[in-house]
């Protein structure tokens, strides 16, 4: 069977939508199908060695052929969502994302929903990976069918790290909180900073956040917190976001793994961070109530607007659960699988 996975970004690049694709082509490719990934060039991808093709999602659009299934990674806004056409298709999945932030938009411009909804329609099966989400809401408050399968990531401890990355070399001699993501307003840093450098675990913890502005828009944003980390003692901000050898590196020495964001999906770094054994804190919004929130190995805060006392009291709740709970749920050969089935399903 002749797959095409498509999405606006792909590995090398690191993200939540860019791990979850790269780890389905790994396992369709692994189960004998001819899978071929259609994104946007990278001049990096050409000194790495893939199982699969790849194929120029401009070329794609132009001549929208020659696949018996094409699994399309999305959220409402993707250009190339907007310019497929599912009917070409024997089978078409769309996996979708809304935060948010998404989510206002929608619920305040009827006609851009509506475009939305008649093209999610078109496909053969929406797929979703939050429960109790935004994009849940939207999906049964517009009358769309879809299916729910958990969100995966790749295993931190069996993924490849580099042995110079350590506690001394970084000048840290307390235990690591840490936060990874794209540097801007909705992700939060500088709150957390600032109820980090007020609270007990100040005394414990260094905080490190790994990320960089994603575009000029970010950058105002990502200027103040750097201003912010320079005069905060305990506080580490670091640029490299786009090697997975450093994250896995940064992941494997670090205690506690905190997401203070004002809007997600559900954001495979929780994932990451789980199958490193990390206890994890989480503001409660996307999908991680819905998703984790029976899970045992992390803390969700009541409200997005934690202080410092709310965070001292997450992490009394400190345990090594984390990675076993991954291990039963989100473990890319089970999730994989599933996506598997639906597509063997409906082709």
Not at 101 to 116: A, G
Not at 222 to 235: A, F
């Amino acid at each position: 069977m002749k797959i095409g996975i498509l999405c606006e970004r792909f590995h090398p690049l690191v993200g939540g939508t860019e791990t979850l694709a790269k780890g389905l082509a790994e396992f369709l490719t692994s189960v004998g199908e001819d899978v071929t990934v259609i994104t946007s060039p990278n001049l990096i991808r050409k000194s790495t060695v893939y199982r699969y093709g790849f194929l120029d999602k401009d070329h794609f659009l132009r001549n929208q052929s020659g696949f018996d299934c094409i699994v399309v990674f999305a959220d409402p806004f993707n250009p190339t969502f907007h310019k497929i056409d599912p009917s070409r298709f024997g089978c078409s999945l769309v996996v979708m994302n809304i935060n948010e932030d998404n989510e206002k938009i929608l619920s305040t411009n009827t006609n851009l929903k509506n475009v939305v909804v008649k093209k999610m329609k078109q496909f053969s099966k929406i797929v979703s990976f939050c429960k109790n989400s935004s994009v849940n809401r939207f999906l049964l408050n517009n009358n769309l069918d879809f299916t729910f399968i958990n969100n995966f990531s790749r295993d931190i401890i069996e993924s490849n790290f580099r042995d110079d990355i350590t506690k001394e070399r970084l000048g840290i001699n307390k235990k690591i909180m840490i936060y990874h993501a794209a540097v801007e307003p909705s992700k939060n840093q500088i709150k957390l900073i600032e109820e980090f450098s007020n609270s007990e675990a100040s005394r414990d913890y260094d905080l490190v956040l790994v990320g960089s502005a994603r575009n000029h828009h970010s950058q105002k944003y990502y200027n103040s917190l750097k201003e912010l980390v320079d005069k905060t003692d305990g506080v580490h901000l670091f640029k490299e976001t786009n090697k997975e050898e450093i994250i896995n590196s940064m992941l494997r020495i670090s205690d506690v793994f905190i997401m203070p964001s004002l809007s997600e999906g559900l954001p495979i770094s929780i994932l990451e961070a789980m199958s490193a054994n990390l206890f994890w804190i989480s503001t409660p919004v996307g999908g991680i109530p819905g998703t984790l929130g029976e899970l045992n190995g992390g803390y969700i805060f009541s409200h997005p607007s934690f202080t410092s006392k709310e965070l001292d009291e997450a992490l009394s709740h400190f345990n090594n659960k984390s990675r076993e709970e991954w291990s039963n749920n989100f473990r890319s050969e089970l999730v994989c699988q599933e996506y598997y089935n639906l597509i063997k399903e409906l082709v």
